[in-house]
Each structure stands twice: as C-alpha cells, then as structure tokens.
C-alpha cells in the first residue's frame, strides 16, 4: 500500500476523469513550444536571390535561355553556375550575380559569354525569387551576402532563450508554483509571438524570439513536472514521456501552416494564435497537490482532494492530514541517512569514482546526443530534397509512434535494452544517408525519418533513466546537469545544421558518429528495470550487480521526488 501524499492516487486514481481533463487541457499548450521551436525554419528561409541590377531592363541572358525581365528567368537560373546578363535600353550591360554586379566596357553584341573589362559593384538590393517565398525576414531585411549570418544566428539565439527560460522559470516553479508560471508563460507566448510578427527591424525580432525562448522553455519545463504531480505512479511514464508528443504535433503545425501561408509576419500570427484558446481556461488550473502539501497550504490542498473526488465520482473520504502524518512518517525513517550525506550534495560525487564518473560522462552525452540529433534532424529535415514541408511534417509525425513504441520497451526489455539499440539505429541510419546513392531524395527521406524515430526514443527516455541510475542525494542534481548538456546541445545543433552548405551530409555524418559510439557506451550501463531506488552513493555503484533491500514506503516517496526532479 503506498503512504504519503503518492496515496491519494490509490484513493481518487491515477488517471481519471479529473487527472485526464487537466492533462490534455495542458499539454495542448506544449503544442506552441514544438511550433515557436521550429518556426524558423521558415522565417529565415532564403529564396534564389541576384545583386538588383538597373530599373530600365529590356533583355535578359541566362546560358541559352533569354527573356525581357528577370522575373522569367528564375526557372532557369542555377546559384553558383553563372551569371545573370541583362541589358538596359540605353544599351548598357550588367552581370548579376547573388553578391555582386559588373558592368561590362565596351561591349559589341549582346551575348552571354564576354571577355572583355569589367567594372565590378556592390549590391544595394536585392532582387528575390518569389514563386516559393512571398517573404521573408530575410526577404524583408536583406539579410543575404555579408549579412548572411545575422540569419543564421536567429535559431542559435533562440535556442540560448531556451536554455536561460529553464534555469529561470524551473527555478520560479519551485518557490511561487507551478500554476502562476503555466499562466504567465502562456500569456506571454500569445504577446512575444505576436509582437514578433510586427517588429520593423532584425534586432527587436531577434529580442522578441529570445524572450519567447524563455518563455516557451519556461512552460515546457514546468508543465513535465505539473502533469507528473498530478498523475501516480502507474502511469506517469506514459503521461509524461508523452508532452513530447505534444511538441511533434506543433512540429507538424509549423509544415502545414508554412505550407499554406508564404508571408513570414501573418505565418508568425497564425501560429501563436493556434493555441491561444489555452488563455480561456489556463486561469482554471489548480495548484498541485504536491506543491500545496510542501509549502502548508493544507486548506487548499483539501479543498482540491475534495474536487478531485467530486470530478471522479468518488466519495471524498481523504484528508490531508493523514496524508502528511504518513508522509512525515515516511521522511523520519530516512532522515538521519539524509543528515549523513547532506554535506556531500555536490557534482564531484557524480564522478567520485571510475563507475560513477564513467556513468555519468555517458548519461551526459546521452542528452546532449539526443537533443543534438533531435533538432539536427528536425531543422535539417528541409534540406534533403523532396518537398520540405512534406519532410518537416514527417519529422513531426514520426515522433508520436517512437513515443508508444519507447514506452512499451522501456517497461519490457528495459531502459538499457531500449536506449542503446535506438541510438545505435541512429547512428547507422545517419551512415547510410551518406553511403548509398545520393540521387534518391526518397531513401534519404526514409533513413532520416529512421534516426528522428530512433532519437527521439533514447531523448525521451534519459529523463526517467536519469532518475533511476542516481541515489536520492544527488539525483536532481543528476537530472538537472543532465538537462544542461541537453541545452548545449540544442544550442549547437542549428550550427551543426549549417555545415550542410560545406557538405549537405556532414550533420548526418556528425549525429551519426556520435550516436553509434554513445550507444555503444550505454551498453556499457546498469539495467534499472524493476530496481528499488537508491539513496546512497554505495546502492547505486552496485546497481547491475547485487540485489539489494529497502524499505517500500521511502522508496515510493524517491520516485515521486525523481520524477519531480
């Protein structure tokens, strides 16, 4: 019979009717966090673009194929394989190029190939392919050229909000609640991504991503521990791993409405306003009980027991005071081990040891791999050929089953036997893109999709394996410096991306390297299924080789403090 506060699970259950309104109602607004993660892709997108050449054109030159304006020969036009040549109808002739124009001296004839002098000049504009891209913040801000980069550093900059709004806002959770944090997040996603949308210059967009980062980031963090505390134990693996399916459904948003809508400012209001409705009825949530019982808040808590039970047509015979006379009892009994290892709560204890070091230096680049080649393979997904809002909605798409399928394993062949394999496919599939014929964008499609399905197990698996290879005295330290490699992770992936324009299959051959060396070493880790929590350094070292004993009551308490963790 489990004691504590995890009891009233057993009594108002762990999934009903209440628990389940509540968990749906909230992850809905995990959609917006998938959708302002990947927007990008198609905010900065740049079309086929020349140096803007002279007003008064009347012919235009391009290899074989000749026309009377520019806006006809984009069909034809190949980046990098030439020239654009045009004439005015005063006679004067230009060479476009993307970064720069020439006027040729001298000229005879009006022909595509010339030998002769040349006056080279700067772009003062551009002139933009528009049959894909109607805009664009780099249509719009010509960030194209010597200005390229300031592009390229929009995601990286996104990613760095997203790792500061964890610190903060997970940080915020615990000393105020999670309730107040779900509501302002929410409600400044709605005013930082719509503000975004009507900002006139780069800089303020780029402020106004960042801040919509944290707060995305923020709502991300806190709503794992907001459902995970009220839902028990039998299914909270499943409840909690499955917030990142709502995520892959906000990736498949970003495709559809990038699809539909080629304008970067209305594509930007579309999808903040996809999940606005969370507003009318954010204000309704609860605290959790969790949170109420640790801060004293015992009316409250009441309060809230009674309406579970109401919601879930159970009588309400549970009170909160035999709840925390249980759970008090429950910490007493592990209080003076706790006293003894209080003072060596520090990150030095992960590595204390060559087992342990070991074991976390692996952990460590299992969640910096799986953050790395999660949005390696979402961010790159456009670039391999095909249609790529087809592949960025399959990107999405092809998360949801890993989650169904990774849960099942997890419980049945274990957290091990689950995790290398996944990361172990990922890394071969990363090796075949490479390896077989480049020329087929379908096979590239199907082995990319392969690694997203196969990363995506392992990245939502480390979190509740985190948990289980660390003893209660440093395990949300565990968690936490974990998430940080995560983080790191997500900030170098856009740059990892980036190096396609050097090799388009040097991010797969990247990912791929490392997922198959790291699945290896996780082979090289403890099974955690079906074992006890531990709470000391000395359980943990011996987890994979020795059973062990504890008592039932504290052990179901470190679960609920893990996952919280």
């Not at 259950?13 to 927007?39: D, M, V």
């Not at 005071?321 to 249980?326: G, P, T, V």
Request: glycine share 6%.
């Amino acid at each position: 019979m489990t004691t504590g506060v995890e009891r009233l699970f057993d009594e108002l259950g762990h999934f009903n009717r209440f628990q389940a309104c509540l968990y749906f109602a909230a992850i809905f607004q995990a959609i917006s966090c998938g959708i302002h993660y990947l927007a990008s892709v198609f905010l900065v997108e740049t079309p086929t673009f020349l140096c803007d050449g002279p007003s008064n054109i009347t012919h235009v030159l391009y290899k074989n194929h000749s026309s009377s304006s520019l806006e006809e020969i984009w069909t034809h036009y190949k980046p990098g394989d030439g020239p654009v040549v045009v004439q005015t109808s005063k006679g004067d002739q230009w060479e476009l190029s993307p970064c720069s124009k020439a006027l040729r001296l001298n000229v005879i004839n009006f022909q595509y190939d010339f030998f002769g002098n040349k006056t080279m000049e700067s772009c003062g504009s551009f002139l933009y392919d528009h049959s894909e891209v109607e805009q664009s913040i780099v249509t719009d801000w010509d960030l194209v050229c010597e200005k390229e980069w300031l592009a390229k550093l929009t995601q990286p900059t996104f990613m760095l909000g997203v790792l500061i709004g964890a610190l903060v806002f997970g940080d915020a959770a615990d000393r105020i609640g999670r309730r107040p944090i779900l509501m302002a997040t929410s409600l400044c996603q709605f005013i930082f991504g719509v503000t975004a949308a009507f900002t006139e210059n780069y800089y303020l967009f780029v402020v106004m991503r960042f801040l919509l980062a944290m707060v995305s980031s923020g709502y991300l963090v806190v709503v794992f521990v907001y459902v995970t505390e009220f839902t028990g134990i039998k299914v909270r693996t499943w409840t909690s791993m499955h917030v990142h399916a709502a995520f892959a459904v906000g990736i498949m948003v970003v495709a559809l409405v990038g699809y539909l809508v080629r304008v970067w400012w209305i594509y930007q209001i579309i999808l903040t306003l996809s999940t606005s409705p969370f507003l009318l009825y954010c204000w309704k949530f609860p605290e959790t009980p969790f949170y109420l019982m640790a801060k004293g808040q015992y009316k409250e808590a009441q309060e809230l027991l009674d309406t579970m039970a109401y919601f879930n047509s159970l009588p309400s015979t549970l009170k909160v005071s035999q709840l925390k006379d249980e759970n008090d009892r429950a910490l007493l009994k592990d209080t003076k081990k706790h006293l003894e290892t209080e003072k060596r709560l520090s990150i030095l204890d992960m590595f204390g040891s060559l087992k342990m070091a070991g074991r976390s230096a692996t952990c460590w680049a299992i969640w910096f791999i799986g953050s790395l080649g999660y949005y390696v393979f979402s961010l790159g997904s456009v670039n391999l050929g095909g249609n790529q809002y087809i592949n960025l909605f399959l990107a999405g798409a092809v998360e949801i089953p890993s989650y169904l399928i990774g849960c099942f394993a997890m419980d049945r062949v274990g957290r091990k036997k689950t995790c290398a394999p996944a990361l172990l496919l990922a890394g071969v599939a990363c090796i075949l893109i490479i390896v077989l014929p480049q020329d087929n964008d379908l096979l590239a499609i199907f082995l990319s999709m392969t690694g997203k399905f196969a990363i995506a197990i392992a990245f939502g698996l480390i979190y509740l394996y985190t948990c289980e290879l660390y003893p209660t005295i440093i395990r949300s330290l565990a968690v936490g410096s974990g998430s940080m490699m995560c983080r790191v992770g997500s900030v170098v992936a856009p740059f990892c991306v980036y190096l396609a324009d050097i090799w388009i299959y040097l991010p797969q051959l990247i990912v791929g390297i490392l997922a198959f060396i790291i699945g290896i070493l996780t082979m090289l880790l403890p099974e955690t299924l079906g074992e006890p929590l531990t709470s000391t350094l000395e359980e943990a070292e011996a987890l994979g080789s020795k059973p062990y004993t504890k008592n039932a009551a504290v052990d179901r308490l470190e679960m609920k403090q893990s996952i919280k963790a």
